[in-house]
Structure formats: structure tokens, C-alpha cells
């Protein structure tokens, strides 16, 4: 078979990718990867080689207002379509609800039946029109994957018996699973980390002018810099921030240099879709056994109360530093091991099942 990989930012923005890429028999079908090279620099595709690239480039900033993107995603449909009509594909993977909505009616003319379709963002769903879009590809699609079962709320209902969940855990990790354990640098400091996008200018300022007046912690944000990162420097800069680091982009593997330096994750998002999304952190967290805190009310935060693996705390809270550090401090490292492990063996299951149904539906 010809198959077609959908993807609407770079590929290493893209690690849920490698969940389909994984279970593709490179062997004995033609794989084809389209992409969006948003900043224009290079990337490290050697492990896709055997592969043919399409690549869009076309700079275009994340965090900005959308409709300032209006003119970019008309040039990647342009593109995108292109390819679709031409390539002539068996099978495709369309990752991320803009990527379907913007190819929807060449997916419904040519490729019905003939695509699964990686639900992931809930961003524009208050739009009645990408709403009703978006059920229109989920009723066309082979099959929906959803990488939170809160987005199923945004899928018709008729659809469900062909809707399964996905799970952004990055196997590879699990080779490192002791590397804090055993490779950990200790500190007389609670040491705080995020890693990802860095965007939520407004709460992550509470959390940087909570952690600067607060000698006991660390906070380090370590992802690419664009404008809300470059801000929040500005921002710690401005409050004499001595204990606040940033350090800049990083590529997966270094995540295992990190970790052995962070004590606590911080997976504090606070808009609709990540009150509903589940994060790579939060299986990050389970497979390094480290702790997490989420925003109160976050689907990601119940599940870590539910599992024991985190706690929730609301930054804009006066006491938020004090509950922080005694929750740390109370942790029994032991009994919270088990805890991960014990919720890493579910997911893993869950990852095995959906892997099956992958096989079994392409």
C-alpha cells in the first residue's frame, strides 16, 4: 500500500506521530510523510529514512491570534490538497483536527473509508461550522483516535463504536526509566520543570512571581522561545529572578538529562482544551516517577488524584507555594514508585489494545 502521514507542524513537534508510524510495516509498504516547517530550520529525519518527505515551508509563530494564521493554512491546503489528489494514496493518517478540516472535502470525495483521523485538539470547537466539520470527518474516517477520552464529549455519538484512545507516551523513555533513581543530582532545592511549548503567559507569571519569592524552589522551563517564553524572561528578569532558568529548545533525548534534576513537573495549563487534553508530561511523570502538579479541575489533574501520582494546586492560590513544598516534602517515595507503576501497567495495556485495533482496522 501507498500511505499517506498527515501532519500539520514539524515532525519532531510530532511525537504522537511514531504511534501510527510504529505499527506500518516499512518493509512492505510506501510511506510518505507531509509536514509543516514552521521556523524553517532543519531537523534530524533519520529515523524515517526509506521515506518520501513532503515538506511545506512557510514561517508561521504558534502563539499567535488565529486569524493572523488565516493566510498560512489557506497555503498549506493548497499544498496538502496537492499532494492529496496527486499522490494517489491507499491508506492516510490525518493527525490533528486542522489538518481534516482543511482537506475535508478532498478526504470525502477521494479517500472516504480510507483514512484514520488523530483527534487531539478541542481549541476551535466552540465554532458551530468546524464543529459540525469535524463530525463530518469523524463519520468518514476508517476509525478516530483521541489522545484524551474528555475530547469524546466533541465526537457524535453515532460514531462511538469506531472511536478508541490513544496514549502520548514516548516508549522509547521507558529505557530510561530509572534514570532519576539511579542518575539523579540532588538539591537543597525543590527543583520545578516544565518542558514542551511554552505559552499561558498569565498563569505561568503567577507561578514565576510565586517561585521568585520563594528561596526553597528551582523553576526551570526548557522549549523553544518564542514570544510568551521571551516574555516570561522579561518577566523574571524584571523581579530579580535568581531561582527561574530557561533553557531553550531541546531535542527528546535530552529530556533524560533533565529529569534527573527535576523533583516535581509542572504540568499547569489553563485554557478549554488543556483543562480537557492529557499532555505528554503526564507520561513522563508516571515512567521517571516523578511528581506533577495540574490545575484544579483539569481532566489531567483528576486522573492524577485518581492515581495518586500528582497533586492540584492553583497557582493564583496565596498559600500555593507553602502546599507545594508540603506535599513534597510529605511525599513517600517508595509508595508513589508503585503508584506509577501500577498506573504506567494500565496505560501500557491501553497502549496494547489500541496497537491491536490499529492492525486490525488499516
Known sequence: ??????????IKYMPYMNFYFDNIDKAEHEVHILYWNRDLQSEDLSKYRGCTFHEFKCYQEDDVSKFSKVTSFAKYRKFAKGVLINGKFDFIFVL????????????????????????????????APFKKVVASITRNARATFVSSDAFRRFLPED????????????????????????????SDKIRIAFWGFIR???????????????????LHYYGREQQVALNLKAYAAELNAENVFFHGEYTPEQRYEFVRQTDIIHNIYYDANMMLAM??????GLIFRIPQICMPGSFMGECVERAGVGFVCDPYDTDFTKRVYAYYRGLAQSEFDKKCDVELEKIMEEYADANDILHQIQ
Do not use: Q, W
Not at 490533528?96 to 485538539?121: A, E, P, Q
Not at 499561558?200 to 528551582?218: G, L
Open 1 to 10: 500500500m501507498k500511505i499517506l502521514i498527515m501532519g500539520f507542524t514539524k
Open 96 to 127: 490533528h483536527s486542522l489538518t481534516g478540516v482543511l482537506v475535508v472535502d478532498v478526504l470525502k470525495k477521494h479517500y472516504r473509508g480510507k483514512y484514520i483521523f488523530d483527534y487531539r485538539d478541542s481549541t476551535y470547537e466552540g465554532f
Open 159 to 186: 460514531c462511538t463504536g469506531k472511536i478508541y484512545t490513544s496514549h502520548n507516551a514516548l516508549l522509547d523513555s521507558l529505557e530510561h526509566r530509572d534514570e532519576k533513581t539511579l542518575c539523579g543530582i540532588p
Open 200 to 218: 499561558h503567559e498569565e498563569i505561568n507569571k503567577e507561578i514565576i512571581r510565586k517561585i521568585a519569592a520563594d528561596n526553597r524552589f528551582e
Open 279 to 284: 499532555g505528554n508530561k503526564y507520561y513522563d
